[in-house]
């Protein structure tokens, strides 16, 4: 009985997949709430190993219904594809419900995220090219297309045509391609509102029933707190909030009826890409985290830079967030460690900051404090109960636990279903 919240605490790919999955079991709904299908949610499991982007991790548990919120921004053919994929992997997807409200990734999107992208060369935004910024940029101008108006013969076509003479101007003038096919993309965009027309639903009025129900609802976010477009080291951003405050706007639920934030971190640092990352390692320890963590995302196959525990960053995160408790994952990535760093505050410009600066100037010129800790040097990944752990490895929880301020109620010590270990459960306890 309680709606909670999960959350990316770091870069992403901190294991909200294998968390979400693992909450799940007793869940009634899991409801993605912002982002598109630019991530990748990786869940093992014994029907094999699924890579969630748009649909719900929690759709592997046949009593959970699973929702892809309004503040998503969908693309028909991607969802489609990855629906077939769940059917052919003996997956039940009629559970699956996408709100009428949310907005639709289209063909120009793609086009211009790509062209947008080179166009500013060397300053680029690492954007993974699958429509998601133009697409919020359209909900934003309000000339966005939504998953109801694809139901429509007339209104999306009348959408349709008013909005694409707007792009075609763009993509002939300014990029010199050739213009997209209205009645190409009108027929395409139709068809795949056919296709998921039993899927599409008021969401908004669902949840707003299983609320009265007292049902268990889970939030899942996608990416991570420190690629939030307002407080993510912008502009290396995603397009939408990753933040807890945006969970109960994404997915159609009052700011209240959030009963717990929790913020999932890996006991290390990663990032994708660009833009400052002050823990980041170039050395045989940040390889050794990247080949025994598997860092590579999900979805592009991109290695992650690796790097010590931030909690700085962390921090932040904890309090933008609010979080009540927090998840340790990857624990068994420093098994082999003699020593492991932890950075507790930053040296900027010859002062001791202990918060994270708004430029990214600044964060890059920000030198990590670490304080040094004893590692472990033992398998963690057969352990169930947190008492059996080593305790090197229990002083190191204690130790991020007092920096985050926040309590710490799961750590995970392998990619597989059930390899977590619980201190509290965090669904019953909340009343
Ligand atoms: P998400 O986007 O936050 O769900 O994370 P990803 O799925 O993109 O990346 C996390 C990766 O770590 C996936 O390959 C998971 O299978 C894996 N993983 C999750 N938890 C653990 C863990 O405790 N130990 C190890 N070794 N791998 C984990
Ligand atoms: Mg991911």
Do not use: H
């Given at each position: 009985m309680a709606v909670v919240a999960v959350i990316g605490a770091q870069w992403g790919g901190e294991g909200k997949g294998k968390i979400i999955d693992e909450l799940a079991m007793r869940t009634d709904f899991v409801v993605r709430y912002q982002g598109g299908g630019n991530v990748g949610h990786r869940v093992v499991h014994e029907k094999g190993e699924f890579v969630f982007r748009l649909v719900p991790s929690g759709i592997l548990y046949p009593n959970t219904t699973c929702i892809i919120g309004n503040g998503v921004v969908v693309d028909p053919k991607g969802l489609i594809d990855e629906m077939e994929k769940l059917q052919r992997q003996d997956i039940d997807i009629s559970r699956l419900y996408i709100s009428e409200r949310a907005h639709v990734v289209m063909p120009y999107h793609f086009l211009l995220d790509r062209l947008e992208e080179e166009a500013r060369g060397?300053?680029?935004?690492?954007?993974?090219?699958?429509?998601i910024g133009p697409a919020y940029v359209d909900k934003h101008a309000r000339t966005g297309i939504r998953?109801?108006?694809?139901?429509d013969v007339d209104t999306f076509r009348a959408k349709l045509s008013t909005i694409l003479q707007q792009k075609n101007r763009m993509i002939t003038q300014i990029y010199g391609q050739p213009p997209l096919s209205l009645e190409e993309i009108h027929s395409e965009y139709y068809g795949y509102g056919l296709q998921l027309r039993s899927h599409i639903a008021d969401t908004q009025k669902m949840l707003h029933d299983a609320l009265s129900d007292h049902k268990t609802i889970l939030l899942e976010g996608a990416r991570g707190a420190l690629l939030d477009i307002d407080f993510g080291t912008y502009p290396f951003v995603t397009s939408s909030s990753t933040l807890a405050g945006n969970a109960a706007v994404g997915a159609g639920l009052?700011?209240?009826?959030?009963d717990r934030v929790i913020g999932v971190y890996k006991a290390y640092t990663t990032r994708v890409g660009s833009g400052p990352m002050?823990?980041?390692?170039?050395?045989t320890w940040g390889q050794t985290m990247r080949d025994r963590g598997h860092e590579y995302r999900t979805n592009t196959g991109r290695e992650r830079r690796c790097g010590w525990f931030d909690a700085v960053a962390g921090r932040f995160v904890a309090q933008l967030n609010g979080l009540d408790v927090a998840v340790i994952t990857?624990?068994?990535?420093?098994?082999?460690?003699p020593t492991i760093k932890i950075c507790t505050a930053y040296n900027l410009h010859g002062q001791t900051i202990r918060s994270l600066p708004a430029t990214l100037s600044d964060l890059a010129a920000c030198q990590p404090v670490y304080e040094e800790v004893k590692g472990w040097q033992r398998s963690t990944t057969g352990i169930n109960h947190y008492e059996d752990l080593p305790e090197e490895a229990k002083t190191y929880i204690k130790r991020l636990e007092g920096l985050l301020e926040t309590p710490i109620v799961m750590v995970s010590v392998?990619?597989?279903?059930?390899?977590t270990i619980q201190l509290q459960d965090v669904l019953v306890s909340v009343a």
């Open positions: 060397t300053d680029n935004v690492e954007s993974s090219q699958r429509g998953m109801a108006d694809l139901l009052p700011p209240r009826s959030i002050p823990t980041g390692l170039f050395d990857k624990l068994d990535v420093l098994d082999t460690f392998s990619p597989e279903r059930g390899k």
